[in-house]
């Protein structure tokens, strides 16, 4: 928990509530311990999606569709997802929701299936672009994506990065975190200090849930 279980409960307690669907969605992945994009973080996202009316985004880490089918009921009518998963277990588990009858605005929304870094490579081969990303997946490989993502994000297109301050230990030293998660800490750390210091993006870093970048481009430079 990065802030006061007291101040995220109360805020928690203010927000719009999800519709029957999300709400049934939600439960059913807290009840089987299957990690889905936090309440705090759920209307950060509403927020920015109502302000920013995207037409195209792009969601990297699908996991069980939860955030993408959360997106197809906050984006606008003509938005388009496009979501990238490559674990097979997950894949089983997205399908099946994306195709439920209930989820009305599940037609917006398109699967990927593959590794993301050789997807992402593909969609700039095709020319894709888009004005809202949301990363999502395996943190050890948010350095390795985000070249990619810069060609892909349009002209003052938001990129929204999840889980960067991994329940705040992101700020500890290296040698306090297991030798497992070195790495990601690690290439978090490395990731954090890219997105701030690139002259062409405006971002900030705020501890809502596991933590959100949501980095903003200025500046497009590699046409």
């Given at each position: ?38 309440k ?37 009518s ?8 490559k ?15 209930r ?23 095709e ?68 997105i ?6 405006e ?13 903003y ?7």
């Open positions: 928990m990065i802030t006061d279980e007291r101040i995220t409960a109360y805020i928690n307690s203010l927000a719009v509530e999800l519709t029957p669907e999300l709400l049934s969605l939600e439960k059913e992945a807290l009840d089987n311990h299957v990690p889905i994009i936090k705090e973080t759920q209307e950060l996202l509403r927020f920015l999606l109502r302000m920013k009316q995207p037409g195209r985004i792009l969601e990297v880490g699908t996991a069980i569709g939860f955030s993408a089918l959360f997106m197809s009921e906050y984006s606008k003509d938005c388009t997802i496009t979501t990238i998963e674990v097979p277990m997950r894949l089983v588990e997205a399908e099946k929701n994306l195709s439920r009858e989820f009305l605005h599940k037609n917006k929304i398109t699967l990927v299936r593959g590794e993301a870094l050789e997807v992402l490579k593909a969609l700039v081969l020319k894709n672009v888009y004005d809202f990303i949301f990363l999502d997946a395996a943190k050890a490989q948010y350095m390795s994506f985000l070249p990619e993502l810069m060609k892909l994000l349009e002209d003052k297109g938001m990129l929204v990065t999840d889980n960067v301050l991994q329940d705040g230990t992101v700020t500890n030293s290296r040698y306090s975190i297991t030798r497992r998660d070195r790495t990601i800490h690690s290439r978090m750390r490395e990731y954090l200090y890219t701030t210091h690139m002259e062409e993006l971002t900030v870093i705020l501890p809502v849930g596991d933590g959100v970048a949501c980095s481009l200025t500046t497009k430079t590699n046409k």
